[in-house]
């Protein structure tokens, strides 16, 4: 599965998380900003950034 990051345009790095399901929480690698699968087609994931209000 790949993601490219929302935020960053690089692509997130998903080998660390097994069993990825819309709804989860990840951290792109790249520029660590918290993002939310919002949806999974096939291998491509889409998420949005979480806005953590810091
Ligand atoms: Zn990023």
Same mark, same amino acid.
């Given at each position: 599965?790949? !993601?490219? @990051?929302?935020? @960053?345009?690089? #692509? =997130?790095? !998903?080998?660390?998380?097994?069993?990825?399901?819309? &709804?989860? $929480?990840? #951290? @792109? +690698? =790249? @520029? &660590?900003?918290? !993002? !939310? $699968?919002? +949806?999974? *087609? &096939?291998?491509? =994931?889409?998420? #949005?950034? =979480? +806005?953590? &209000? *810091?």
């Amino acid at each position: 599965m790949h !993601l490219n @990051c929302p935020e @960053c345009q690089n #692509e =997130v790095n !998903l080998s660390a998380y097994v069993n990825l399901a819309v &709804g989860n $929480v990840i #951290e @792109c +690698d =790249v @520029c &660590g900003i918290t !993002l !939310l $699968v919002n +949806d999974i *087609k &096939g291998e491509t =994931v889409s998420a #949005e950034v =979480v +806005d953590e &209000g *810091k």
